[in-house]
């Protein structure tokens, strides 16, 4: 990859201003271009969906699948640079770009977050390094590596190796028996099999890492999920133990390392709690891109984590960024035009709008919405940043507003 940055502004050899290209319409790619727009780049997205959240407000929108070939020719052209929004790109798809292009991250980094078994082989190196070890697991490929399981990974969770995302693709086991019977309803596709662990906290890490290895970190971030899907995360001192989240930070330095990676990756932990009651740090997985647990960076830190993208993808300088305040993100899922809440008394079948007026009236609130078209329950819609001057301001603020969206309190 070329270590002269793409500045922004200046035409490139073909007359053209100089473009970033994603791969993926999506929110994440929105946020993206909204992110190279801002700093005067033109932008083109590949997304066969015409109304993408991202395609909507790109200076071009290719309508293509991902792997038409006149549509990456089509991206290629166009585009000095060229980054991906979502794992399952196929990572041909990648590699056929990278042959004309800049591309980053790279197919190669791009295939082993793609694929858990890979994904936990290189945990497992790089703990050697960092001390930060994955679940124990075995993967499950044939009857026979199905028969050699070991009863200590029981009770525990089987995952699909490909394709699983948001709690998808994922069977509680507790006997030899489930597990058989969970491997057959999974189709007998590759799979890993994970200890049950005793989580005590979830969190996850951001790193920005540069052509020329240069690497930063943002802030460790606690996720709490419901139902599979992330629903707040909370990004303030003493959110993670101390010793903890400096683990997690260097564990994530030393997986992007290790891989040569060149974007933002993002990586989630365990906190997990051990037999003599003390806790201890998991890694779990990866994704090649930015992360819904890293939104709150576009209001509470000096670089969000899409500029830090759009700089690792240009070549431009990565200083460390800075968090100016706590915050904490709420996910705002289709559930919410839906469901009865304290302002809404009455349940709705036809989608009513939030009551943004009341939430955007509490001081330190930013409002993020996707322009997606329809609002189904599950759908992430958009995000809610709370930013404030003090911790005990933040969380005062963000329970007000889950009050007003009638969502569930944050956690102690
Ligand atoms: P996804 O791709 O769906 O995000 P994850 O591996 O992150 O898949 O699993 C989803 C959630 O399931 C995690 O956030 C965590 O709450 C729970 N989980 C996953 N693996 C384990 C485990 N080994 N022990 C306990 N809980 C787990
Ligand atoms: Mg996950």
């Not at 793609?114 to 945990?123: G, L, P, S, W, Y």
């Not at 899907?229 to 101390?242: K, M, N, R, S, Y």
Request: some cysteine.
């Amino acid at each position: 990859m070329s270590l002269k940055p793409l500045l922004p502004g200046s035409p490139s050899p073909n007359g053209q201003p100089v473009t970033l290209g994603v791969m993926g319409g999506g929110q994440l790619g929105r946020m993206f271009v909204q992110a190279a727009q801002a700093m005067g780049y033109a932008t083109v997205v590949l997304d066969p969906d015409p109304a993408s959240p991202a395609g909507l407000i790109s200076h071009h929108h290719i309508k293509t699948a991902y792997g038409d070939e006149q549509g990456l020719a089509q991206l290629a052209q166009r585009c000095d640079a060229i980054t991906t929004e979502f794992e399952n790109v196929p990572a041909a798809a990648l590699a056929t770009l990278a042959a004309q292009r800049v591309v980053a991250p790279s197919a190669s980094c791009v295939a082993v977050a793609q694929d858990r078994v890979k994904e936990k082989a290189h945990f497992v190196q790089c703990a050697a390094l960092s001390g930060v070890s994955p679940a124990p697991h075995a993967v499950i490929t044939t009857d026979a590596s199905l028969a050699a399981v070991t009863d200590d990974l029981l009770p525990g969770i089987l995952k699909t190796a490909r394709m699983g995302y948001d709690g998808k693709g994922q069977v509680r086991v507790s006997s030899r028996a489930q597990l058989a019977q969970a491997w057959d309803q999974l189709d007998k596709v590759p799979c890993v099999l994970e200890k049950m662990l005793r989580l005590r906290a979830e969190c996850s890490v951001i790193v920005a890492r540069g052509a020329d290895g240069q690497v930063v970190s943002f802030p460790v971030q606690k996720n709490t999920h419901h139902d599979g899907i992330l629903a707040t995360t909370e990004v303030f001192d003493g959110a993670i133990e101390a010793g903890l989240a400096q683990r997690a930070q260097a564990s994530t330095v030393a997986i992007a390392n290790h891989l040569r990676y060149v974007g933002v990756l993002c990586v989630e932990y365990f906190v997990v709690e051990q037999a003599d009651g003390t806790h201890d740090l998991v890694v779990n997985e990866m994704a090649p891109r930015p992360h819904n647990s890293g939104h709150y960076t576009q209001n509470a830190c000096d670089i969000s984590q899409f500029e830090a993208q759009v700089r690792a993808l240009a070549g431009l300088p990565l200083p460390a960024p800075r968090q100016h305040s706590p915050a904490i993100m709420v996910n705002l899922l289709g559930d919410l035009w839906f469901e009865p809440n304290a302002v809404r008394a009455q349940a709705s079948k036809t989608p009513v709008s939030p009551p943004w007026a009341a939430v955007l009236a509490l001081p330190g609130t930013h409002l993020h919405l996707y322009g997606k078209l329809g609002a189904r329950p599950g759908r992430k819609m958009g995000h809610l940043n709370v930013t404030g001057s003090s911790v005990a301001h933040v969380r005062e603020t963000a329970a007000q507003a889950l009050a007003l969206l009638g969502l569930p309190a944050l956690g102690a």
